[in-house]
């Protein structure tokens, strides 16, 4: 296992349209995380699943926001009628259990014009 | 809510000095404590945690960490910096060992000869 995985690395859209992004965690995970990291700042906390429940959500996560984890593997973060506010860094971690490391994709830039 | 305060934007060290960077944290009992590296393009890093017990913490790369809670700090320092030490450092709390992390707004690092 090669770590955790993020899928696309880029992404640039059009204002208006809707994009989704993959997180494929490292495979005993159980616990993944959503955060959103834009220039200059520190990651933020969108979302968190354990297994395929999601258990909590940020208030940083509107309605044009949703996140999925099906069988509790990879997760999908979809972001409707996108806005240039959202361009940001979309950061995945998975952990496997309490107090153990959080490990970080790459991300999946995204770019809206 | 806990919120994490990393006093320093951008610092520059040259090649061979000692590395102090900065974190403060805001809750009312102590923390999980992480910090966090990220180069460019790249995920984040753990390089290192504390939850308890001693106060001084060992990590990768040469980094080690000092928790002092009568400053509510938890300072990064390296005693002999390298050049491809160079890339930004977060400073993260989480309340417990499973609840998402809060970042701060990280710390660039720049190595010069």
């Known amino acids: 296992d090669t770590g955790v995985s993020q899928d696309p690395r880029h992404k640039i859209t059009k204002r208006g349209q809707n994009v989704t992004f993959r997180c494929d965690p490292i495979s005993e995970h159980n616990r993944l995380y959503w955060y959103r990291q834009t220039l200059g700042q520190g990651p933020e906390f969108l979302t968190y699943?354990?297994?395929?429940?999601?258990?909590?959500k940020s208030r940083l996560l509107s309605d044009r926001f949703s996140a999925e984890r099906p069988k509790g593997s990879f997760s999908t973060l979809e972001i409707q009628r996108t806005e240039q506010g959202d361009s940001a860094m979309y950061l995945c971690?998975?952990?496997?259990?309490?107090?153990?490391?959080?490990?970080f994709g790459q991300g999946t830039r995204l770019t809206v014009v | 809510a806990q919120s994490v305060t990393q006093p320093d934007i951008h610092i520059t060290v040259s090649e061979g000095a000692s590395l102090e960077l900065r974190c403060n944290y805001s809750y009312g009992a102590t923390p999980y404590l992480f910090w966090y590296v990220q180069s460019p393009g790249q995920g984040l890093q753990l390089l290192l945690k504390?939850?308890?017990?001693?106060?001084l913490v060992q990590g990768i790369k040469g980094f080690e960490a000092e928790f002092k809670r009568s400053q509510s700090s938890f300072n990064l320092r390296k005693p002999s910096v390298h050049w491809s030490d160079a890339a930004e450092y977060f400073c993260a709390v989480a309340i417990t060992g499973n609840t998402p992390l809060v970042f701060g707004k990280g710390t660039r690092l720049s190595v010069i000869a």
């Open positions: 699943f354990q297994n395929e429940a999601q258990l909590e």
């Open positions: 971690a998975s952990r496997q259990g309490v107090g153990t490391e959080a490990f």
């Open positions: 504390y939850f308890s017990g001693d106060t």
